[in-house]
Nanobody, 116 residues
Framework: QVQLVESGGGLVQPGGSLRLSCAAS????????MSWLRQAPGKERELVAG????????TYADSVKGRFTVSRDNDKSTVYLQMDSLKPEDTAVYYC?????????WGQGTQVTVSS
């Protein structure tokens, strides 16, 4: 079965950095577009970044362009989100996502809190 396991979240001061990881299993990772989304309290889940199967193209929400970088290692079936220059408004639970066999799959999420 498809499994996505996020890690790397935590508490960081404004201006700091975190690197999130998402380990995938249960499907042929190298064939699928992967994305990161986030959900802040009281808000809808929003797309943060996405990366094509070979990693040649990426997409970002306007709010994170120039600060976040998505990447992947197909040999390790893992997708990453490097987050720099973090702001308090980046505080949210971050999820990785894959659409496989017509269904969306999510991990359990990892909490990112940006606060002084």
């Amino acid at each position: 079965q498809v499994q996505l396991v996020e890690s790397g979240g935590g508490l960081v001061q404004p201006g700091g950095s975190l690197r999130l990881s998402c380990a995938a299993s249960g499907f042929t990772f190298r064939l699928y577009f992967m994305s990161w989304l986030r959900q802040a309290p009281g808000k809808e889940r929003e797309l943060v970044a996405g990366i094509t199967n070979a990693g040649k193209r990426t997409t970002y929400a306007d709010s994170v362009k120039g600060r976040f970088t998505v990447s992947r290692d197909n040999d390790k079936s893992t997708v990453y989100l490097q987050m720099d220059s973090l702001k308090p408004e980046d505080t949210a639970v971050y999820y990785c996502n894959v659409k496989w066999n017509g269904n969306n799959y999510w991990g359990q999420g990892t909490q990112v809190t940006v606060s002084s």
